[in-house]
Structure formats: structure tokens, C-alpha cells
């Protein structure tokens, strides 16, 4: 058995293979982290990985009670007395973790001083000092980390302001960093509000300059200031798709040159040579708009990337391009 296998490098676990190919050992590793991540794929190819999830509180109530009784391997040798409001904050405060509980209950009953007759009372106050803190299983470094996020980002995406909170706040219980989440939130308002609300790019870097400059604990209050209206915002991923759009075009494809009309021309002789001929202000032209004036190089004429939807602010945008188009303007 191999505790924490993760901690191995390649070359040990490597150095495993041939053992367990052969069937001269069995392997049980148990690691914290995602298996799949941390774990060769030569290794896992050959086990059944098994996920092991928290407890659920009736469990961890069980294993108290059994500590609390069992005479040899608990705390059974002790007159305690545990009041029920004191045994549902540990069960709670454990968040599934057997092992927290059972440190919390020890270390409650052997400080905790007994009455006269030798009886040891077990109150909410003496476990809420035991447990100053409750722990909730996040490694910043871990998958445990990146499921938070995930939730949280896709909380905000999915206009749900009341799980988005719920997520930054246990990100922010579990110390991640607020500059971290504060960056994530202005990611989202760009990639998933965007033109639906355009104010939401500007007002998020508000927010992470706000939290570089303030710290915590009062970055809390502007992480979820921008964190609510990222989610409150009608959504739009247009410019998400715009550019990758345009990304994949440019990368797969020949897409042309810059067309002359478009580039610049510092000196008389590149005008000779064509540069910037044929370009019109556009501002010199009614509704300051050059009808007519083509942009794109001529093998991408007429490709359609920005496709804005009718979402919140955008589809006052996307009926001024319609107009644009199709040169009704």
C-alpha cells in the first residue's frame, strides 16, 4: 500500500510497472489528487480506480457515537456527556472528514475539565473552541481547486448571482487568492457577458484594481460586487466566438494580404506605389460610414465573424450592423 502515490515521481512509479505486470505485488496507491492527472497512464491502465467521497453526516454521527462508547480504541473510559447541539456543529463543521471529527471530539474531552463527580460535559461552546475553524476540503493547488472555480465561473455564466457568492465565498474561506478570483471575474465579463453588456468589462477591471489596492478582508465586498453583476448581466459570448472564428481562418487557411487601400503610407512614394489609395474617412461620409468601403483583404470578402445576438445592449448593436449590411444606412 502506497499512501499519497501522487508523491512519486515518474521514474518511481515507472519503477513499480514491472512488478505490478507481473503480478508479483498488488498495488494499492491512494492519493488525494485526480489519479488521472497525477498518476501515469501506465499505472492507471492497469488498475480500477475507486473514488472515495466525504462522509455524510448520519456517518460521521455514527463514528462519534462509536468513539464516545467504544472503551479500547475510543473514549468509552470517560464519563462525557455531549449535548446534541454540540454533536450536529461537529458533524457539521467536519464537512465529511472522520478524521477531523474524531481530533476535535478527543481534544475536547481530555482539556475540557469534569465536574465534581467526574462527569465531562461536551457544550456547543467547548466544541466551537476545539473547532475554531471549519474545514472544507480545498487545496489551492488541487482538483478540489479547480472544481470550485469551475462552479464558480459557471455559476456566473449561468446568471445564478446566489451560487456564484456561494462559491467565492468558499473560495475566500479556503484562502484563495482574491487577485485569482478577481481576474476569473473579469474573464467572465468578457467571454460570457460581453456586448450584451459592455459595462461589465470596464466595471470588473474597476474591481481588480480595487482589490490589488484594498486587500482583504475588504476585497470580499468588491469580489462580490463584481461577481453579482457578471451574473445579473445579460450574456453574450459573440466576441468569444468572433475570434476564434477569425483565429481558425488565419491559422488554416491562405486569408490574403492587407489590402493597399488599408495601409499606410508615411512618404509620397509608397502613395506612387498604391498604399492608401482608394481609403475614405469615414468620418467625411454621411452617418459617418464609407458605403461601400471593403476592409477585408478580397479572398475574405464578405466573411462573417462578430454574429451579435439580441441580448440586453447588443441588440441595439446588432441592429445598427443589420442596417450596415445590408446598405440600407
Known sequence: FIDEIHRFNKAQQDALLPYVESGEIVLIGATTENPYFEVNKALISRSSVFMLKPLEPLHIRKILR?????????????????????????VQISSGDARIALNALEIAATTTDPLPNGRIILDLPTIEECVQKKSIA??????????????????????DPDAAIFYLARALYAGEDPEFLARRIVICASEDVGM?????????????????SLGMPEARI?????????AASPKSNSCYLAVDRALHDVSSKWTGEVPFRLRNAPVEAMKDLGFSQGYRYAHDEP???????QYLPDEMAGTVYYEPTGQGYEARVREWLEKIRKGSI
Not at 72 to 88: C, F, K, N, S, V
Not at 222 to 230: K, R, S
Open 66 to 90: 462509536q468513539a464516545l462508547e467504544d472503551r479500547e480504541r475510543g473514549l468509552g473510559h470517560y464519563d462525557i456527556q455531549m449535548t446534541e447541539e454540540a454533536m450536529d456543529h461537529l
Open 138 to 159: 480545498f487545496d489551492k493547488s488541487g482538483e478540489s481547486h479547480y472544481d470550485n472555480i469551475s462552479a464558480f465561473i459557471k455559476s456566473m455564466r449561468g446568471s
Open 196 to 212: 450584451a453588456n459592455p459595462q461589465a468589462l470596464p466595471l470588473t477591471m474597476a474591481a481588480f484594481d480595487a482589490v490589488r
Open 222 to 230: 468588491v469580489l462580490a460586487h463584481a461577481a453579482i453583476m457578471v
Open 287 to 293: 452617418d459617418h460610414f464609407a458605403r461601400g468601403m
